[in-house]
């Protein structure tokens, strides 16, 4: 279940805050449903073979999101909030889309130029999709 | 807890000087082999040569089972276990007494039988041969003693010279020792009150050197 | 009484040239606790107090609930101790040794055994003397591990081990922490590794404990601040920051007790900061140690 999590040591970003974009990715993927119960703290820490409180650390957060739930004894699950997945790929976007203005910006481009790029980025896309 | 820690470890030194035990007692039947077989001459160089190889041992016997072990950091392995250091100490005491007295015993009792069934050198020899082959004996636990306590190959190699270097000077105090000497020449073994006491203070020595070891082990707060 | 794995309290012992000082540690079950430090700084001494091998000079050790060294024999049924200068016996094999332990241990797992054998790459045949410096620890690793004891504690169990073998001891310490009631404690030079599975982290110098925390509170403290100082302008000392090091216009403020004040407080006197980024354990570890030793020889 939790086989394809990478957690990187190189990456400068903490483990606990890699952990919890890979479980969002999961959950705004469609991979963890709304509902489905997920690996317990102890479970997931030995399969990435990270401390136990790394991944509290994670799930807490998360928690405090509303992306996950945990139960005393009975382990954690994803929020059974309808349109959760939906919600987490808007935030994603709004992140990105945050990300590329902030380059944007460095590279002097106006605001209807920044326009054009993504409407080339969006064909660009569609092409690959159709080949 | 399966069966007692110090009997494991008694074992396990048994084991590790196998060899070194193997090779002493066939050193040892080859001295008997010419102390039983060989004339007058070859009694008198198979004396000798148990005399050396107990020597040996007692000089080899530490450096191997004692020494090597904290040289070679087994200690840290073998103090992992659960085992205290007086257990430790007194695991070790035993094999290494039990080591010794298996080719000591041999080599005594086989001597002494010689002696006494060949007829070929007056059996007056016999306290004298007890009394010097206890020699080895007595050195046996200091050396031991100052390897285990001593914590170092230094202290070993002093007592081996000590002892190495005692053995003629003990020798010649024997010989000044009243009546011991002219004894000897008897057709029957002299078991006087000299002879006994001399005896009992070499046992006397014997114990107190391991008495000794245990006391100052107990001693020590900082074991590794 | 058996909440607590390890509990020191004013743990002191003297050295001709080194003492250790106040030592408090506690290792709840459960966890895992890294314990870092230079050369010298105490950890292995810290270690051979805990497991009833060094006397203390003062303060209380307990350990698994039983006061050390009193009560090391009855401690050590349940420790795996396994430290950077222990050796096997040369001239006996692998497979000496595991019967050798598992006539003493009754909780010796035979398939848990054969099962490390595997994955550690190690033949019970092999004579130790025979055998590579990381396969050696790895022998070593195996006979502690197979008799699953409630506490590891470990002396650098992976220093100059390859990445492969470093990575398969790292997994059978992970995988112990999946039982709860399981406890390790271990020291390393690699700070990665400590970084990585700690729960808690013990940063030990010279004799004396400098820090002792939940991990992510400790690495959540520690930042470095990229800062621009514009002419004229005097950086403040801030609380928080234990040092700044400035050429020309560019300074690297490194904070031990970040909070986001600190980067107002820099804004506010006229520099710029460029970025705040977060330190991985060994750059902390070189911090905590320089600005000791910069606080003694001032």
């Known amino acids: 279940m939790s086989g394809a999590f990478a957690i990187s040591q190189s990456d400068k970003r903490p483990m606990y805050l890699q952990i919890m974009e890979q479980i969002k990715q999961r959950i705004s993927v469609g991979d963890w449903t709304e509902g489905q119960s997920i690996p317990s703290i102890r479970q997931l820490a030995v399969d990435l073979q990270v401390s136990v409180i790394t991944v509290k650390r994670a799930y807490l957060e998360l928690e405090r999101e509303g992306v996950i739930v945990t139960q005393q004894g009975k382990g954690s699950h994803v929020a059974s909030t309808p349109g959760l997945g939906a919600r987490l790929r808007e935030q994603e976007l709004k992140r990105h889309l945050e990300q590329a203005s902030r380059i944007a910006a460095l590279l002097g481009l106006r605001p209807t130029e920044l326009e054009e790029r993504l409407r080339e980025a969006g064909d660009r896309i569609s092409e690959k999709e159709t080949i | 807890m399966k069966e007692s820690i110090v009997g494991q470890l008694i074992l396990k030194d048994l084991r590790l000087q196998r060899e070194a035990i193997l090779f002493a007692m066939a050193g040892g039947a080859a001295g008997l082999a010419i102390f039983e077989h060989g004339g007058v001459t070859a009694m008198f160089v198979g004396s000798i040569w148990f005399f050396v190889a107990m020597a040996v041992i007692a000089c080899m016997l530490p450096i191997a089972a004692i020494v090597n072990e904290r040289k070679k950091q087994n200690l840290a392995f073998v103090m992992s276990l659960p085992v205290s250091p007086m257990q430790y100490t007194t695991a070790k005491l035993i094999s290494m007494v039990a080591m010794f007295l298996v080719p000591w015993l041999a080599m005594v009792a086989g001597a002494v039988l010689a002696i006494e069934t060949r007829g070929l050198v007056p059996r007056g020899l016999i306290p004298l041969t007890v009394i010097y082959l206890l020699f080895p004996f007595v050195a046996f636990t200091l050396i031991g003693g100052a390897a285990l306590v001593g914590e170092s190959e230094g202290w070993a190699i002093a007592a081996t010279v000590i002892c190495n270097t005692s053995y003629s000077l003990a020798y010649f105090f024997l010989t000044q020792v009243p009546g011991l000497m002219v004894d000897t020449l008897k057709p029957a073994p002299v078991w006087s009150r000299t002879v006994l006491s001399i005896v009992g203070g070499e046992v006397a020595v014997i114990l107190l050197m391991l008495a000794l070891t245990f006391f100052l082990q107990s001693r020590k707060r900082d074991f590794i | ?298």
């Open chain 3, 1 to 298: 009484m058996t909440d607590v794995a390890i509990e020191l309290n004013g743990v002191g012992k003297m050295y001709p040239f080194f003492s250790l000082s106040n030592i408090d540690l506690q290792v709840p079950q459960g966890q895992i606790m890294g314990l870092i430090g230079p050369n010298g700084a105490g950890k292995s001494t810290t270690i051979r107090i805990l497991m009833g091998l060094v006397h203390q000079d003062c303060g209380d050790v307990q350990v698994l609930g039983h006061r050390m060294p009193a009560e090391q024999v009855a401690a050590k049924w349940d420790i795996g101790f396994v430290s950077e200068d222990m050796r096997l016996y040369d001239s006996m094999t692998l497979g000496w040794h595991m019967s050798f332990v598992q006539s003493i241990y009754v909780r010796w797992d035979a398939a848990y055994a054969q099962l490390l054998l595997r994955r550690f790459g190690l033949r019970a045949e092999q004579k130790i003397k025979g055998v590579s410096h990381g396969q050696r620890v790895k022998a070593t690793l195996l006979l502690a591990l197979a008799r699953k004891p409630k506490l590891l504690v470990l002396d650098e169990p992976t220093t100059g081990l390859d990445p492969v073998a470093r990575h398969e001891i790292l997994r059978e310490l992970t995988d112990v922490m999946a039982d709860e009631g399981r406890s390790v404690l271990f020291s390393s030079h690699n700070t990665q590794d400590v970084e990585q599975i700690s729960d808690t982290i013990t940063f030990i110098d010279r004799g004396r404990i400098i820090d002792s925390m939940d991990k992510e509170v400790y690495l959540d403290r520690w930042r470095r601040l990229r800062l621009e100082v514009p002419w004229g302008v005097t950086l403040p000392a801030l609380p928080g920051i234990i040092g700044v090091k400035q050429d020309g216009r560019l300074a690297v403020a490194t904070a031990n007790a970040f909070v986001p004040d600190l980067a107002n407080a820099y804004e506010s006197s006229g520099a710029r900061v460029h970025s705040i980024e977060n330190m991985t354990l060994e750059e902390i570890f070189v911090a905590n140690v320089e600005h000791s030793r910069e606080e003694v020889e001032a």
